[in-house]
């Protein structure tokens, strides 16, 4: 029902459009540094871990570019980092919509004539369609970036050795693979946050409750849907 | 004009409103009074839609409110301005911005149009030049008056205030009574204001409702209200010190 509400036509696309460039900042802009920095380190972590790993000398050193790129790529950037933002961007959204709601604010909206299912979730949901693969984009390269510099530095291989193992075997699939989950990871976050937020009752203490709630029921949902996207298209 | 018929409301096993009608007029200041908890503030809810309600009909300008399809409830809440009793401004915008909106979602004026527009409205409730302000830094009279300018941007032909000046100073909550009945008088809109403040009953009830046990109890305006012989209103009038010493003047 709420949904069908978000996606109903908008009253007036010059203020949807607005809401969207404000939201795609607020969700996606704001998230870089924190995303930036995970992803930096888990780069580096995933490299230095795989080096202290890997002690049969059969096993050419580039696996390890090779390794942290598959990481990456397949798992850390689409799942692990969208569960962070399930962290960041769903409490966010849960908790401002539901200070809307305890506070008269979403009233106010009603009474006006507007659609406040659709004013403010629609652009949320839009925003974060737009702006997350951007930004698992950026995280994907800071990972490779954060592993090259931290296993070289480390002396776990050689630059070329590492730059070398990251182009072994690429097939770009994985990448439509990665963006489809982004996708839908977005869309969970952003949807689930906003309906709890959304059906907020009572006072502060409830924001708090829906805030967490927002944050466990995408997290929970975001690692279901990984798996079965996993299981369509890596399953063969 | 706004006519309630009947309209009855119950939360759980507790009916909260039982069988209440009656008549807003346009240009005058409507009153719907009583103690807290006997249901006022729920029948303001159920008039503009925010509850849903049991039986009963209300009739904008002779419009069915609660039977009328989705789109056409939008297009009456297009012309109805609401003052909430905590103000309800949206936090993330500035006042203009808050004004604006209204304009923005409804209005194809130009942007100088829109502007004029907010500073007239500001202007209106005494806030010109606090166009950059957010919510937060406001007072609580301030949001209030702020909250009043954003219900008239559009122009409303019905106004509803939720407890315009509870948790106001007594200089304050006059101030913005006048804003009210000058802004009722003026553009000839049908106000409704809940209540149980008893100085903006005697300042501005034209048209006064009082509700007990969420029932109609007494109908009348702010000279009859001095003079009630019934019961349960007289007890409500005159529970405060100062109301009481006007009951003595008044019969001496």
Redesign the interface.
């Known amino acids: 029902m709420l949904m069908m509400r978000v996606f109903k036509r908008p009253?007036?696309w010059?203020?949807y459009y607005k809401q969207i460039i404000f939201e795609i900042d607020n969700i996606g802009i704001s998230s870089l540094p924190i995303v930036a920095i995970i992803s930096i380190f888990m780069g580096g972590i995933i490299t230095i871990q795989s080096a202290f790993s890997i002690s049969n000398p059969l096993l050419p050193l580039y696996v390890l570019g090779f390794t942290a790129r598959e990481s990456i790529i397949l798992e850390f950037s689409p799942t692990i980092v969208c569960l962070i933002l399930a962290g960041k961007v769903g409490s966010n959204i849960a908790s401002e919509i539901g200070?809307?709601r305890i506070?008269?604010?979403i009233?106010?909206l009603?009474?006006?004539?507007?659609?406040s299912a659709g004013y403010l979730i629609f652009p949320k949901i839009i925003a974060a369609i737009i702006i997350f693969p951007f930004l698992i984009a950026i995280s994907m390269f800071l990972g490779i970036l954060g592993g090259y510099v931290m296993g070289v530095s480390a002396g776990a291989c050689s630059s070329y050795q590492y730059v070398y193992g990251i182009q072994t075997y690429f097939e770009p699939n994985k990448l439509y693979y990665s963006f489809t989950k982004v996708v839908v990871f977005a869309f969970i976050i952003t949807s689930i946050s906003s309906y709890f937020g959304y059906n907020t009752s009572g006072g502060a203490l409830e924001v708090g409750k829906s805030s967490t709630k927002a944050v466990v029921y995408s997290s929970v949902l975001i690692l279901l849907f990984g798996l079965i996207l996993t299981n369509i298209f890596l399953n063969h | 004009m706004i006519e309630i018929k009947n309209i009855n409301k119950t939360f759980g096993d507790r009916q909260i409103v039982k069988d209440v009608s009656f008549k807003f007029f346009p240009s005058q200041t409507n009153l719907v009074i009583g103690e807290s908890g006997c249901g006022k503030t729920t029948i303001l809810k159920l008039m503009v839609g925010l509850h849903q309600l049991d039986s009963g009909s209300v009739l904008f300008d002779g419009l069915d409110f609660p039977k009328l399809n989705q789109d056409d409830q939008q297009d009456v809440r297009k012309k109805i301005g609401m003052l909430f009793q905590g103000g309800a401004l949206f936090d993330s915008q500035t006042l203009e911005e808050n004004v604006r909106f209204p304009l923005d979602m409804f209005t194809d004026l130009s942007i100088k149009e829109k502007l004029d527009r907010v500073n007239f409205c500001l202007q209106r409730v005494q806030l010109e030049g606090k166009n950059g302000l957010y919510p937060a830094e406001l007072s609580g009279g301030m949001k209030k008056r702020a909250a009043l300018a954003r219900a008239i941007a559009n122009n409303p032909r019905y106004l509803f205030c939720d407890e315009p000046n509870s948790g106001l100073d007594p200089k304050t909550a006059i101030v913005i009574d006048e804003l009210i009945k000058d802004i009722t008088h003026e553009y000839n809109i049908t106000t409704i204001i809940v209540s149980h403040d008893m100085n903006s009953v005697i300042e501005i009830g034209d048209n006064i409702l009082f509700i007990h046990k969420g029932e109609n109890w007494w109908t009348g305006n702010k000279s009859e209200i001095l003079h009630t012989t019934n019961k349960e209103l007289f007890n409500f009038v005159f529970a405060g010190e100062f109301m009481k010493s006007v009951f003595k003047v008044q019969n001496k």
Do not use: H, L, P
Request: net charge negative.
């Open positions: 009253q007036k010059s203020v200070a809307m506070t008269e604010q009233d106010a009603e009474i006006m004539g507007i659609n």
